[in-house]
């Protein structure tokens, strides 16, 4: 029997840099099409994220200064969340542990930067020689899946890390070789709706870390988000899928309000609507005007 993104008439292929990326920027568009019996829906993990740092005190000698078995640990994190989102078909890029995570030079608030290549470990993910044999292990799976749509980073990789940057270009390169792609999506985050989020965590009551400020997040002007995809309904599963990621983020919720934080403590919303900006790819289609439905425009043949 062919696998599930074979057997849908509609394909939705993710490309992610670690385990909880997928959830923190997409789990709620994940859970929506997922639980859609005409759609199957891809996520690409390209590292297990072994330089993450752990919230967790007890588990706090997984990382990689220490045991260095924190990767493997976030591969079950990985599977809890997803089947927290529903029926989603997983791949590590390359395999397991093909690519290591490389780490990243904190900046200021959530931003970052990458570091010294010096730094950097012999099976980096933003390696610089290992650019086109991740291109083609993406393409490999590419050509197995056939997504009509793709959803990965914009150029700067939202934040900085240099994994979200390397994801970024393969991903773009990868797609723009690929017949089914009809649709190339960033996942991006709307300045307005963020800022609207972070007031109202402002004079939440007890919430127990401080908001971000909206110039430590990474926003997009709203005039470049073409898409914006409900996920109220799909909230329940989000907080569930990033309740699964314990070892990297908490969640809180109060007084009608939810948040969460990563192990800088920074208090982040968990949106309602999931953005993100359609870009040109080999035989996409244009936006008209803001997109409620990552298929909208597309005659699915099969």
Not at 7 to 14: D, E, P, S, V, Y
Not at 54 to 61: F, I, K, Q, S, Y
Not at 162 to 177: C, S, W, Y
Request: aromatic share 6%; glycine share 12%.
């Amino acid at each position: 029997m062919p696998p599930p993104a074979r057997r849908a008439g509609r394909r939705l292929l993710f490309v992610h840099s670690h385990p909880d990326d997928e959830t923190i920027t997409t789990g709620g568009t994940i859970a929506r099409y997922a639980a859609r019996p005409d759609t199957a829906v891809t996520l690409v993990t390209c590292t297990l994220g072994e330089e993450g740092e752990v919230m967790v005190p007890e588990l706090a000698g997984l990382v990689a200064g220490a045991a260095d078995q924190l990767g493997g640990y976030r591969i079950g994190e990985l599977a809890a969340a997803r089947a927290a989102l529903g029926p989603v078909e997983q791949r590590f890029l390359g395999g397991v542990g093909r690519w290591r995570d490389s780490g990243m030079v904190g900046g200021h608030g959530l931003l970052a930067s990458a570091p010294p290549p010096e730094a950097l470990h012999p099976r980096a993910f933003a390696a610089p020689g290992a650019r086109a044999d991740q291109v083609a292990a993406l393409a490999a799976i590419m050509d197995e899946v056939r997504p009509q749509v793709v959803v990965g980073y914009d150029p700067g990789g939202g934040y900085g890390h240099p994994d979200h940057v390397r994801a970024h270009e393969i991903t773009m390169a990868a797609a723009a070789g690929q017949e089914s792609v009809r649709k190339v999506y960033w996942t991006v985050a709307s300045r307005f709706d963020t800022e609207a989020a972070l007031a109202e965590l402002a004079d939440a009551p007890g919430l127990p870390w401080r908001p971000a400020k909206p110039d430590e997040l990474a926003c997009v002007p709203d005039g470049s988000v073409t898409a914006r995809v409900d996920v109220a309904a799909q909230l329940p599963a989000k907080l569930a899928a990033l309740r699964a990621h314990a070892t990297q983020l908490t969640v809180w919720e109060g007084a009608g309000r939810v948040a969460f934080a990563l192990t800088n403590e920074l208090a982040q919303p968990v949106p309602v609507v999931e953005c993100y900006t359609l870009v040109g790819a080999a035989g996409s289609v244009r936006a008209l005007g803001t997109e409620t439905d990552l298929f909208e425009g597309i005659e699915v043949t099969g």
